[in-house]
């Protein structure tokens, strides 16, 4: 069965460093989310790409979070400078439906 | 502004137990409701989509309901197995979200399954 595929898993940098997150959706998924999960609560939509187009980034702090989806398939997540409130779970979501398909996430700590 | 609340926020129930997870929504204009189970520290696996012209969805041990006037759902689990343990997470796309699949979801509950 197809998944969405992350990397890295899991990721230890220093504030102010740079860090950057990978996504592969299912083949065929023109919809791609990325989602930020604060451990105990839900996730929160960070951006949204329809093929390689932003449908939703008003959540997204663009003072230094940047996304891209230049190709309408894989997707990247950049963070610069990381903060110590970065410090989450950062999951990958892609649907071609209602139904979103998520993939493991990529977990951040950020000393 | 669409808020989902999820109580309880942890659950612990005896292995063969049936049990009720329930989630609330303060804006009935939604599209559909999601329920998700996420492991520890692993990403969310789809169980239960309710569109918002449906009162329910069953899958296997799963039946999930939806009363969008009110604005609740329940997730309804039979013979609980321990297996079943995780974070049970529900999420609504609202009309107000547009043409987007945002989803907003609940903080989850924690359900712990004793063999």
């Known amino acids: 069965e197809a998944e969405v595929a992350q990397s890295p898993r899991y990721k230890i940098t220093e504030k102010s460093q740079a860090v950057a997150f990978w996504c592969d959706p299912i083949?065929?998924?023109?919809?791609l989310y990325w989602y930020r999960q604060i451990l105990g609560q839900g996730p929160e939509l960070l951006v949204q790409f329809q093929d390689e187009s932003v449908v939703d980034d008003s959540q997204l702090p663009k003072d230094r979070f940047s996304a891209e989806r230049l190709k309408g398939v894989d997707s990247t997540l950049k963070i610069q400078p990381a903060e110590l409130g970065d410090s989450a779970m950062y999951l990958c979501?892609?649907?071609?439906?209602?139904?979103?398909?998520f993939g493991p996430g990529t977990r951040l700590l950020v000393l | 502004k669409q808020e989902v609340t999820q109580i309880p926020a942890a659950l612990s129930v005896p292995e063969g137990e049936n049990l009720v997870l329930n989630c609330s929504f303060t804006?009935?204009?939604?599209?559909?409701l999601q329920w998700f189970r996420q492991d520890p520290g692993k990403g969310l696996t789809s169980l239960l989509l309710?569109?918002?012209?449906?009162r329910e969805q069953t899958s296997g041990r799963l039946n999930a309901s939806l009363d969008k006037s009110s604005g609740r759902s329940t997730l309804y689990i039979a013979a609980s197995q321990p297996g079943d343990s995780a974070t049970y997470l529900c999420?609504?796309?609202?009309?107000?979200?547009?043409?987007?699949?945002?989803?907003?979801f609940g903080q989850g509950t924690t359900l712990q399954v004793k063999p």
């Open positions: 083949s065929g998924h023109a919809t």
């Open positions: 804006d009935s204009a939604i599209y559909n």
């Open positions: 999420a609504v796309r609202s009309v107000g979200s547009g043409n987007t699949g945002k989803l907003i």
């Open positions: 979501a892609s649907s071609v439906t209602e139904t979103q398909y």
């Open positions: 309710i569109q918002s012209s449906q």
